[in-house]
């Protein structure tokens, strides 16, 4: 379609009218980001200049910036949490917001270890499907041609639990999916899945799963990126395809469904889809059969330009995996969003996944940032290039001033809005003694480690967990391993795994590295390798405690005694690091 230049956006040419109005806004938001921020904030206080909470603290109905933030105390769940609990049994009065909390979100059940109540008004619905709306527009810039296929999209719901006061709780995306903006979305040729909302919106993850791969295998050819929420995700779909590609090509050459998908809805759909191709069939199991699933995707997905997968923070560690199965197909992290409020968006998607770098929206929310190692909140537009901080949200909803728990580093700007690199979760930590050791730490030494498995033996690390094993004396770390190793190549040797544990030690920071050589205080890391399957049984395990399978992540860090047991009762080898690290008194004191 020929776009009037009128129309066109300093980020690029765009694809069609539409996309050229996304774009506009995307520059008219980040220009303003400032004015943006001062009107947003003082339309949250005047409308919630009655509620419970923001009478505590005697605004007056002042409702500029520096009477907030001189009045209002920067907090965290645990502050909320009595206020939230009462609307959660039924309290309909406006404790938080002036319009009425119409569900609670949930985060993800392994942030800080417990599942939190995200209050949320239906207008907030609106603001996500806003920034949801500019994210192809923004890919249409790199990657021309989206509009004459599909996407392959593994998304999956999670049955909603109702709080005692009968409101629905359930995860952001679940909550998206079952609304009519997903349910009803109008067609969108730049948008179209080849997974039926039939399949999405089943609650049984294995019948969703099982049929959204069928369909995907069906329309291989239609293809053009494949993806999920996390990296995480996509790879237990590829695991899924390991496990029961058979039963799908049988399903193909007989054009009937297995019986175990007993869903009607599902099976009502897929009797217009599903139809007998013996020569699909054959193809599946040609591919899938070998022992060799290098570049599996593009091999089934041939026209697949891209992965969509978040590959930033924790999920980084999943990029050689994610390579393997891909042949090094491009990632795209398009958006940074959490329970508690969606952010912003990716405005260089094809970029390398360690230079992934998000665009705060300033119309999402009110934004403050507190320095590392500082108390005093900044401005959106007065964050720093190079410097790390602490993110801050009030939200229409009725969060004020709430520390969502990411550290951020700022790369550059868009016009005024800045731009940001997930660093990691805050306070995610190993410990032992005095040492304390972060997810961004852990990750970078599990990276190192890597490099030298991979270097001796062409072997990786598909998956890891750890744990603070304080059982002997002095305590020690202990990395779960599952490793993914290549069709011809040997398995680590023992000798090869302890030196991937002294390098692990070498990695770590200097605290710790005197804790093992000066106090003695800190025994040798082990690494426990566990068998193939047991990270998904880990994931099985969480989900059925509640977990939801969308925003489900590994945890980095165990300590619930049934995961450790189950871990330990997956586990084929131990090793231990043979010598002490490097440290010196002259570290220490820098």
């Known amino acids: 379609m020929a776009v009037d230049s009128s129309l066109s956006s300093p980020l690029g040419p765009p694809a069609c009218e539409k996309d050229a109005k996304a774009l506009r806004f995307i520059e008219e938001m980040t220009r303003n980001a400032d004015t943006v921020q001062e009107n947003l904030l003082a339309e949250i206080l005047r409308r919630n200049a009655e509620t419970e909470y923001l009478r505590r603290f005697n605004l007056g109905g002042a409702t500029d910036r520096d009477t907030f933030k001189s009045k209002l105390p920067i907090i965290t769940y645990e502050d909320l949490q009595p206020e939230i609990q009462r609307i959660a049994d039924g309290d309909r009065s406006p404790i938080l917001s002036a319009h009425p909390i119409s569900e609670f979100l949930t985060s ?26 500019l994210l192809m527009p923004v ?70 799963m099982y049929s959204q791969m069928l369909c995907g295998l069906l329309d291989r050819l239609s293809v053009l990126r494949v993806g999920a929420v996390f990296a995480s995700g996509l790879l237990r779909a590829i695991r899924f395809l390991q496990l029961n590609w058979s039963r799908l090509a049988t399903d193909i050459e007989s054009g009937y469904l297995d019986s175990e998908i007993t869903d009607p809805s599902i099976r009502q759909c ?60 491009p990632m795209a992290c398009t958006m940074y969003a959490s329970s508690e ?38 401005e959106l537009v007065d964050v720093k290039i190079g410097k790390e901080y602490e993110l801050v949200v009030t939200t229409y909803a009725g969060l004020c001033r709430y520390r969502v728990g990411d550290i951020l580093r700022v790369t550059g700007f868009h016009n005024s809005a800045p731009q940001f690199h997930f660093v990691r979760r805050k306070n995610v930590l190993l410990s032992i003694d ?43 770390y202990v990395l779960y391993w599952e490793l993914l190793v290549r069709e011809g190549e040997r ?34 890391l082990e690494i426990r390798v ?56 002259e570290r220490r004191r820098r």
């Open 530 to 585: 566990v068998r193939n399957g047991t990270f998904e049984e880990l994931m099985d395990y969480a989900i059925s405690r509640g977990a939801s399978i969308n925003q489900y992540k590994v945890p980095r860090c165990v300590n619930f005694t049934p995961i450790v047991e189950l871990l330990d009762s997956r586990v084929v080898s131990a090793h231990f690091s043979p010598a002490l690290p490097h440290w010196t008194p």
């Open 270 to 329: 897929m009797s217009d889809i599903l139809k007998p191709d013996q020569q699909l069939a054959e193809f599946i199991r040609q591919e899938c059969e070998s022992e060799n699933w290098e570049g599996i995707i593009t091999r089934i997905w041939p026209n697949t330009k891209y992965l969509d997968v978040i590959v930033t923070g924790a999920m980084a560690q999943y990029i050689p995996t994610l390579e393997y199965y891909s042949g090094g197909l």
């Open 139 to 208: 890919m249409n810039l790199y990657v021309p041609g989206l509009d004459k296929g599909k996407g392959l999209y593994f998304l999956f719901v999670k049955s909603e639990t109702k709080t005692p006061g009968g409101l629905p709780a359930r995860p952001v995306l679940t909550s998206y999916y079952k609304s009519d903006k997903f349910r009803s979305r109008p067609y969108d040729p730049y948008n179209v899945y080849t997974s039926p909302n039939e399949a999405i919106l089943c609650p049984d993850s294995f019948q969703s």
């Open 434 to 476: 005095s040492d304390k050791t972060d997810e961004s730490e852990l990750q970078k030494a599990v990276e190192n480690a890597s490099k030298l498995l991979l270097k001796e033996c062409g072997t990786r690390v598909a998956e890891y967990t750890s744990y603070a094993d304080t059982s002997t004396i002095p305590g020690h």
């Open 491 to 524: 398995q680590p040797s023992h000798d090869t795994l302890t030196r991937c544990c002294l390098e692990m030690e070498e990695s770590l920071n200097s605290v710790y590295r005197q804790c093992r050589v000066a106090d003695n205080s800190v025994g040798p």
């Open 341 to 378: 409020c969606y952010f912003g968006l990716n405005l260089n998607p094809m970029s390398k996944p360690s230079e992934v770098s998000y665009t705060i929206m300033p119309n999402m929310a009110y934004f403050e940032f507190i320095p590392l190692g500082g108390s005093k909140a900044v």
């Open 108 to 133: 993800s059940g392994t942030s800080a270890g417990e599942r939190k109540l995200m209050p949320t008004i239906q207008e907030e619905l609106e603001r996500r499907q806003l920034l949801y709306s």
